[in-house]
């Protein structure tokens, strides 16, 4: 749960539009990204993109795959994973193959079923937060002066106030009130970062042609910010995404695990929860806690790691060099 | 200057955003969970606290929300937090001041190495771009920057504490055997706790220094003033560090600023798991008992701290560079 991976080396604020904001994927020419509509095209670029790029492929099929399991997860997982059904603190066997927790569930199925609301949470927060972000981001760049002043206060202090703590006091407020509210207080406070990426990428777009043609059009900023401005941005929106779905999984787990979401959900978080407060690791029952913990490392790692190759992508100048390339520039 | 003052001046304004925050939470949440806190603490607490605190989260008052605020801006602004009702009858600047040296020492001294680890690593790993460690460290810290801190924390705990008994896991000292005094055996003691949140803390945090520097790197490598050091035969050594590193350093500087709030989630999730005498062990006590003041204490204590370090780091990194006095 460090800095967003991708923002390193675009988070300069003060150095101007970093390389690695720069929309256009490998081998294509500027001018084809800013054609107007060009999102599916943009996204052709990317799952290509993806299959070039090891670390991409690896991210993509753990995503696949997280997805999948939350989708069917009857398939992997027969017991109900809220029933009391069994002796407690079963070993590892076939019957249960993480063994059954103190109250006698089966952890598999606690852990196949919990995929869902972790995935939940991360495509509608992260999908969510992107929005906010990528409106005032745009909205910032374009319409400049007294708005950019004013979102960008907004931005910066929503950046500086301490996300984590923050996030514990409204939680505590709303005292439990489950998945919904989770998502809820994760979008309205974590969209800053994303958004500071955003505007900067509109800014350096701000004077190209094709938006001065549309201006000169007459048409009205709203729709140049939406069909001109936006789809030009496609993949620096997917990698922002990225970032804001990584901690959506990060932020609600580790709520859901001090207590503060709804304990009644099955999800890694809340299987965290309860094995914290049974004292899990202490009696021997180490699986309750290392399982989840497991999984929400994977899925954020499928988020980064994709989101690292979209820096790759990018930014030319990050990818893996041959070495003899190396030993002559020494 | 005019710089500094400005980024002070942005500052008190995110203060006081936290400040209205804080006010203006319990009074927008449906049900009114103040009211829900103090139901819970009746009986437990005098009739005095009650009182004052029914004044601080604007209940049973007729008096309008306007010089409810004032009266609130004006308790945060003197210091005056209330009693806590966890630690009743304590204040709630004592019961925090109780905590808050545990976590600068664990906090600050594991920050510190981690930076100091981490630019060093990423100094090594672009410079020698492509090598082995190079092609190592960035899979590793993709992956290590998705485990949530609370995670590492519970493996670490398995591992050192509960299977190997190498070390401590709970506390941040001995609370059966050992009385806090500045003796030697007390501080090996405190010292030996700390090892295992401090190194929770290294390992989640360390891989953000080594990218970001890392990738600075090899952007200022390409410059024309490195390749003009080379061309003048300077030692591969004197490049590094004085062309290349000192200049790289800076966005990494900044990036230091802006992830103190994530040094700050992570001290508290780690804290939690070790029960660690700290401030943000204290603030989840603070949760889970409704204790409301203690909690509103300990957020505008947490944001005052990453602001100051923030700006810290700003001017820092102003003083260092001159391209950012008048940009920002």
Redesign the interface.
């Known amino acids: 749960?460090?800095?967003p991976?991708s923002g390193?080396?675009t988070?300069?604020?003060?150095?101007g539009p970093a390389?690695a904001l720069d929309p256009v994927g490998p081998g294509v020419p500027a001018a084809t990204a800013a054609v107007p509509g060009g999102a599916a095209s943009a996204l052709r670029r990317m799952t290509t993109a993806i299959r070039r790029n090891r670390?991409a492929t690896i991210g993509a099929v753990l995503l696949l795959l997280f997805v999948l399991v939350a989708i069917f997860p009857w398939v992997i997982a027969n017991d109900n994973p809220n029933a009391d059904a069994f002796k407690p603190r079963l070993g590892v066997s076939t019957a249960h193959l993480l063994g059954t927790t103190a109250y006698g569930q089966d952890m598999w199925a606690q852990l196949v079923w919990g995929t869902r609301n972790v995935i939940i949470i991360a495509f509608t927060a992260g999908l969510a937060t992107t929005l906010i972000a990528v409106l005032v981001g745009v909205a910032a760049a374009y319409l400049g002066g007294a708005w950019d002043g004013a979102l960008g206060?907004l931005t910066?202090?929503l950046?500086?106030?301490?996300?984590?703590?923050?996030l514990?006091?409204?939680a505590?407020?709303?005292?439990g009130g489950g998945t919904l509210v989770l998502i809820l207080v994760i979008t309205v406070t974590s969209w800053s970062y994303t958004a500071r990426q955003l505007r900067s990428q509109a800014l350096s777009l701000r004077r190209r042609d094709f938006l001065e043609a549309a201006r000169v059009r007459g048409e009205r900023p709203l729709y140049i910010i939406v069909v001109e401005v936006i789809p030009t941005m496609t993949s620096l929106i997917v990698a922002c995404f990225l970032t804001n779905a990584?901690y959506a999984v990060?932020f609600a787990?580790?709520l859901q695990?001090?207590?503060?979401g709804d304990p009644n959900t099955v999800s890694w978080g809340t299987m965290?929860y309860w094995a914290?407060n049974n004292a899990a690791?202490?009696t021997g029952q180490?699986l309750w806690?290392?399982a989840p913990?497991?999984c929400?490392?994977?899925?954020?790692?499928a988020?980064?790691?994709l989101n690292?190759a979209f820096d790759e992508i990018g930014n030319p100048?990050?990818r893996?060099?041959?070495?003899n390339?190396?030993k002559r520039?020494? | 200057m005019r710089y500094a003052v400005r980024r002070l001046g942005?500052?008190v304004?995110?203060l006081w955003?936290?400040l209205t925050?804080?006010f203006m939470?319990?009074r927008l949440?449906p049900g009114n969970?103040a009211l829900?806190m103090l139901s819970k603490y009746h009986g437990q607490v005098g009739p005095g606290t009650l009182k004052a605190l029914e004044i601080l989260y604007g209940i049973n008052t007729s008096k309008p929300l306007p010089e409810q605020y004032v009266t609130y801006l004006h308790q945060m602004l003197t210091g005056n937090f209330g009693t806590s009702l966890e630690f009743y009858p304590s204040t709630v600047s004592s019961v925090i001041g109780s905590a808050v040296w545990w976590t600068v020492g664990l906090v600050g001294i594991a920050t510190i190495v981690a930076f100091v680890v981490g630019t060093w690593l990423g100094i090594i790993a672009g410079w020698?771009?492509?090598?082995r460690l190079d092609?190592a460290l960035?899979?590793v810290f993709?992956?290590t920057?998705?485990?949530?801190?609370?995670?590492m924390a519970?493996?670490l705990?398995?591992i050192f504490g509960?299977t190997l008994h190498w070390l401590p896991y709970i506390g941040g000292y001995d609370v059966a055997g050992d009385t806090p005094a500045f003796s030697p055996t007390f501080l090996s003691d405190v010292l030996r706790h700390a090892i295992l949140p401090a190194a929770a803390l290294l390992i989640?945090?360390v891989?953000?220094w080594i990218?970001?520097m890392r990738?600075?790197m090899?952007?200022t490598l390409?410059e024309d003033y490195v390749r003009m050091a080379r061309a003048k035969g300077l030692p591969?050594r004197r490049i590094m560090l004085d062309y290349a590193a000192r200049n790289a350093i800076l966005?990494n500087l900044?990036?230091f600023a802006?992830?103190?709030?994530?040094v700050?989630?992570?001290a508290?999730?780690i804290e939690?798991?070790f029960n660690y005498p700290g401030v943000g062990y204290m603030?989840?006590q603070a949760?889970?008992s409704?204790d409301?003041p203690l909690?509103?204490a300990?957020?505008l204590l947490?944001?005052v701290a990453?602001?100051v370090a923030?700006l810290i780091a700003d001017v820092a990194t102003a003083l260092l560079d001159p391209?950012?006095r008048t940009?920002?």
């Open positions: 749960m460090s800095m991976i390193i080396t988070g300069q604020p003060d150095a390389p670390k206060v910066d202090v950046l500086v106030i301490p996300l984590f703590p923050l514990i006091v409204i505590a407020y709303a005292n990584l990060l787990s580790s695990f001090i207590g503060l965290l914290q690791l202490q180490p806690a290392i913990g497991a929400i490392a994977a899925l954020g790692a988020f980064a790691l690292y100048a990050l893996p060099l041959r070495r390339r190396v520039a020494r | 942005f500052f304004f995110t955003v936290a925050i804080n939470l319990p949440m969970p829900a020698r771009r492509g090598g092609s960035p899979p993709v992956v920057s998705a485990i949530p801190y609370f995670w519970m493996v705990v398995l509960i989640t945090t891989g953000t990218l970001t990738n600075t090899i952007t390409a591969g966005p900044t990036g802006m992830s103190m709030g994530f700050v989630s992570g508290i999730l939690y798991v603030l989840l949760v889970q409704e409301f909690m509103q300990l957020f947490i944001t990453v602001l923030i391209r950012t940009a920002a």
